[in-house]
């Protein structure tokens, strides 16, 4: 499925201004013309150590074996349907020079649709900080911009099974947390393409495996249990989508939790980042259930305007009241019919194997 994208994609790797090191291309049991296309890039080029699986092992065995046959001190991710910035390896080697302290480093990215058109760069964190705690919520890097020194990869145990298709990644970041630091370079380094046949597109099929992974970065920093169905529903209330009302006050009961927690710990500036970002799912959630769950919809506003009193100037505040001062039959009626609104309006968003929370 890659032999379309794999010759741009080695090009711009040849042509990194670093030329010092070695790519190690494998081959996962391909069989359309991605074979031959490799075995002649790599006759080409001697840095190209070219392997191949003779039957498909899957990503995580390939990756695997990619980290063991790999003899330098730093490695670089690299998907074969992505474009590379001349200047990427270079930059983040000698990020990981300058930082000593520094495991991980990722870039910022392009993101290419099926037909190259290119749509707007997305932001990113870039302090260690900020990726520690959002890391907590969703992946915050993009595998295929991620440089790693191999050492910690090995510690970590590399990639492990169980979290195909788009999770992998962020299973590996999970078990890096304690080891390292992370870094992610402001620039676009990367240009990402997504297609149906992309790994980043399996992603947004792997939703379960993402959030049972930060369910358990949740338990650690809340040190109690958090039930995968709970962490469901904490990310339909982060994503505004539309909720039953008793779903709705679970979720935001742990999104109020996980926000005093981390008043006590994180520093001001990640925690006014989160709790803009809360304060906006809060006022939505508290907008759709002002007909549903009166209580409720009152509770999430107070908290919403509390972290974020800009939003009482906002026109929806006026608005708002008004709805929730409305009589009781035309709440009853609102919520009979609530399902099938909600249902109609807002679908959480599916999760992609790196996530931008801003």
Same mark, same amino acid.
């Given at each position: ?19 010092d090191?070695?790519l190690?291309v494998?081959?996962? =049991? ?5 074979a031959?296309i ?5 006759k080409?080029?001697?840095?190209i ?13 390939t ?6 046959e790999?003899?330098g ?6 998907d074969?349907?992505d #474009?590379f910035?001349? $200047? ?7 990020f990981?020079r ?5 495991? *991980?480093? =990722?870039? =910022?990215?392009e ?5 190259v058109?290119k ?12 990726i ?5 919520? #969703?992946p @915050?890097?993009w ?9 910690l ?14 999770a ?9 947390l ?11 380094? @990367?240009? *990402?393409?997504?297609h149906?046949?992309?790994v980043?597109a399996? =992603?947004f099929?792997?939703? +379960?495996? *993402? ?6 970065l949740?338990?650690e920093f809340? $040190? ?9 529903q ?8 539309g909720?039953?009302s ?10 109020r939790?996980?926000?005093? $927690?981390?008043?006590? *710990? ?6 006014q ?5 809360l304060?906006?799912?809060? !006022? ?5 259930? @002002? ?6 919809? +009152? ?7 509390? #972290?974020?009193?800009?939003?009482? @100037?906002?026109?929806?505040?006026? !608005?708002?009241?008004?709805?929730? #001062? ?6 009853l009626l609102?919520?009979?019919?609530f +399902? ?19």
């Amino acid at each position: 499925m890659s032999a379309h994208f794999v010759g741009p994609a080695l090009d711009s790797l040849l042509s990194q201004a670093c030329a010092d090191f070695e790519l190690i291309v494998v081959d996962d =049991g391909s069989t359309d013309e991605t074979a031959a296309i490799l075995h002649a890039y790599a006759k080409r080029d001697a840095r190209i150590r070219f392997l191949r699986n003779e039957t498909n092992r899957g990503l995580i065995f390939t990756r695997n074996r990619a980290l063991q046959e790999s003899r330098g001190r730093y490695v670089a991710i690299a998907d074969a349907d992505d #474009l590379f910035h001349p $200047q990427r390896f270079e930059k983040q080697l000698q990020f990981l020079r300058d930082h000593p302290a520094c495991g *991980v480093v =990722g870039s =910022g990215v392009e993101i290419l649709n099926h037909d190259v058109r290119k749509t707007p760069e997305l932001a990113i964190y870039t302090e260690d900080r900020d990726i520690r705690f959002f890391m907590r919520l #969703l992946p @915050v890097l993009w595998n295929t911009t991620t440089c790693y020194r191999r050492d910690l990869l090995l510690e970590a145990g590399g990639y492990r099974e169980g979290f195909e298709a788009g999770a992998e990644d962020y299973d590996l970041w999970a078990r890096l947390l304690p080891l390292t630091r992370f870094a992610n370079l402001p620039e676009p380094l @990367v240009k *990402v393409r997504l297609h149906a046949a992309s790994v980043s597109a399996e =992603g947004f099929r792997c939703q +379960r495996n *993402v959030l049972r992974i930060s369910a358990r970065l949740i338990e650690e920093f809340l $040190q109690h249990p958090v039930p995968i169905e709970l962490r469901e529903q904490l990310h339909c209330f982060l994503m505004h989508a539309g909720m039953e009302s008793s779903a709705c006050e679970r979720a935001f009961t742990l999104a109020r939790e996980f926000y005093h $927690q981390a008043a006590g *710990v994180e520093a001001s500036d990640t925690l006014q980042l989160f709790g803009n970002q809360l304060a906006q799912s809060a !006022w939505t959630q508290a907008q759709y259930q @002002v007909y549903a769950a009166r209580r409720l919809s +009152r509770v999430m506003a107070g908290f919403a305007l509390r #972290l974020r009193p800009k939003l009482w @100037v906002q026109p929806e505040c006026a !608005w708002y009241c008004c709805r929730w #001062l409305a009589p009781g039959w035309l709440r009853l009626l609102y919520h009979r019919g609530f +399902r099938t609104i909600t249902s109609d309006r807002r679908r959480p968003r599916p999760i992609s194997g790196a996530a931008n929370l801003r």
